[in-house]
């Protein structure tokens, strides 16, 4: 008997169990649904941290050119400029002589404070470097950008496309460029995010780590 009662407590038990590992019929659906505004966050998050790292930069080549074209800053100035940002900022990169060159070029090549509304100031900086290398032409230069953004190139996709003369080849058509964010799985997102986790300084680390919901 004490047999059968106990079998008989433990049915109730197991049925509990069984209904508590039951899973809600919607439960997939919303799942998915917070799975998307998680990745829709982290890429926003990224994209603002990538603005921050564009803007800065842009601000040191504005810096390096105007004091060229009014104090006669040379090549030696800008060497070092180049080691006393690298002594000062131990933890952040891109502070190498080319790389300010190329802040003085981005800066001339968009020289309104505006810039950041351009589709090239969403890029990583690796793009912009293969743009301004490359494509002279502001206009081309725009449309390969608006279309990086759209279809989510890596820098490499980039690159062949300017190669085999992409802008040509469709005949110039023009696409209006939208803040839409990248692909989500595209190389290009991939690389912002990439970018902003290791944000090149602690300031700016913490706030991908905050916004993006990145682990520590």
């Not at 990224?46 to 810096?63: D, F, K, P, S």
């Not at 981005?106 to 793009?127: D, S, V």
Request: aromatic share 8%; charged share 20%.
């Amino acid at each position: 008997m004490d047999d059968e009662r106990t079998d008989e407590q433990q049915q109730p038990l197991q049925s509990r169990r069984l209904r508590a590992l039951a899973l809600p019929t919607d439960y997939n659906t919303v799942l998915s649904d917070l799975k998307e505004r998680i990745h829709t966050t982290q890429m926003r998050a990224a994209l603002a941290v990538n603005r921050e790292l564009v803007t800065l930069y842009w601000h040191i080549g504005r810096t390096i050119s105007e004091r060229q074209e009014t104090h006669g800053w040379g090549t030696g100035v800008i060497a070092r400029l180049s080691a006393d940002l690298r002594r000062a900022f131990l933890d952040m990169t891109g502070f190498s002589p080319r790389n300010l060159r190329y802040m003085r070029t981005f800066a001339a090549t968009y020289p309104k404070p505006e810039f950041w509304q351009q589709a090239a100031a969403t890029l990583p900086w690796g793009h912009i470097m293969r743009l301004l290398d490359t494509v002279p032409d502001p206009a081309q230069r725009d449309w390969y950008a608006q279309m990086a953004n759209q279809h989510g190139w890596s820098r490499a996709v980039l690159a062949h496309q300017i190669d085999t003369r992409l802008y040509e080849r469709q005949g110039q058509a023009q696409t209006n460029f939208t803040r839409m964010l990248p692909p989500p799985q595209s190389d290009l997102a991939q690389q912002v995010l990439k970018n902003a986790a290791a944000a090149p300084s602690e300031q700016m680390a913490q706030k991908c780590r905050n916004r993006c919901l990145c682990p520590v």
